[in-house]
């Protein structure tokens, strides 16, 4: 997934997008909301982190005006604002869940999972990809062999074609999901990953279809 992160606090912000990326996610991190509105006009994310109290504003606000203009993006709360009644504003204002700081990192990691997992229609970590069993929580696969060892970024491919199973992806919507901003798209890197995605889980795995990309049967 990529997700934005909307955070000040400079050590919690890098422990957090530390987490993200070693859970095998995609974070770009911004301090303040003007740079968080820039990012959602150009990047459609799989979930976004947002502080409440932000130097130039209110997280609520934000929030408001992203519902507003009908995103359906998963939103987490990160907070320090504990009172109920703060709560409640959050989830009224279209939060999906409210994580109150300081809070446990593995904690986060699985909150993250439970909130995609149901915006994609299936709240069990458990796939199967023909004789292949994928554990999303866990990010794991294992196949009639044993585990199978996936890459950072194989691992992102999957998840963007397993959550997507029955529609096509295309190259940039992939590549949107393997950079950040602060990284450069090597070309031909989709292709690639799909390439060694296909040596481990079989060829007829991934379907590819000229002008509209790749996916996984539903």
Avoid at 201 to 207: K, N, V, Y
Wanted: proline residues 5%; negative net charge; charged residues 30%.
């Amino acid at each position: 997934m990529r997700i934005l992160l909307v955070e000040d606090d400079a050590g919690l912000g890098f422990a957090v997008r530390e987490q993200i990326v070693a859970d095998g996610h995609l974070a770009d991190w911004v301090r303040d909301l003007a740079d968080a509105e820039a990012c959602v006009e150009t990047v459609d994310y799989d979930l976004i982190l947002l502080d409440l109290m932000l130097p130039d504003g209110r997280g609520i606000p934000f929030l408001r005006a992203l519902r507003g203009r009908g995103a359906t993006t998963p939103v987490i709360i990160l907070t320090a604002m504990d009172r109920i009644s703060n709560r409640i504003e959050g989830l009224n204002a279209g939060a999906d869940d409210y994580l109150v700081k300081p809070f446990d990192l593995s904690e986060l990691s699985a909150r993250i999972g439970a909130v995609a997992r149901r915006y994609n229609g299936n709240p069990n970590p458990l796939m199967v990809l023909g004789a292949f069993r994928i554990d999303l929580a866990a990010r794991q696969v294992t196949g009639p062999e044993g585990p199978v060892d996936l890459g950072r970024r194989e691992w992102i491919v999957l998840e963007t074609l397993l959550r997507n199973a029955g529609r096509y992806v295309s190259r940039p919507e992939i590549e949107d999901r393997l950079y950040s901003f602060e990284e450069g798209v090597e070309s031909n890197t989709v292709e690639v990953y799909v390439s060694r995605l296909r040596r481990k889980l079989g060829r007829d795995s991934i379907q590819t279809q000229r002008g509209l990309g790749y996916r996984i049967p539903k």
